[in-house]
């Protein structure tokens, strides 16, 4: 049962992530929200064959970085064009 839900919450997160492309933030939280699933995976998985708890605190500090640089990015963009839209700018240069 908590397999089932972790999946839903990955599928969840994809989904947004793919349909939901016009803001930068919503595309941030999504993947937030798959790395977080992916870490109650991770956690339910070692719980159930009685692992060491130790690449769990990697795996949440290389999330938690991953995090805080789209955070500096997301800030980046919005003091330079004003917004977070895709289409407002030009990646390419």
Known sequence: ????????????????FVMKHKHLLIVLLSLEFIVLSIYFLLMYYFLMMNYDMYMLMIFLVFSVCEGALGLSILVSMIRTFG???????????
């Open 1 to 16: 049962m908590m397999k089932l839900v972790i999946l839903i919450m990955f599928f969840f997160g994809n989904m947004i």
């Open 83 to 93: 917004n977070d839209y895709f289409q407002s700018y030009n990646l390419l240069w």
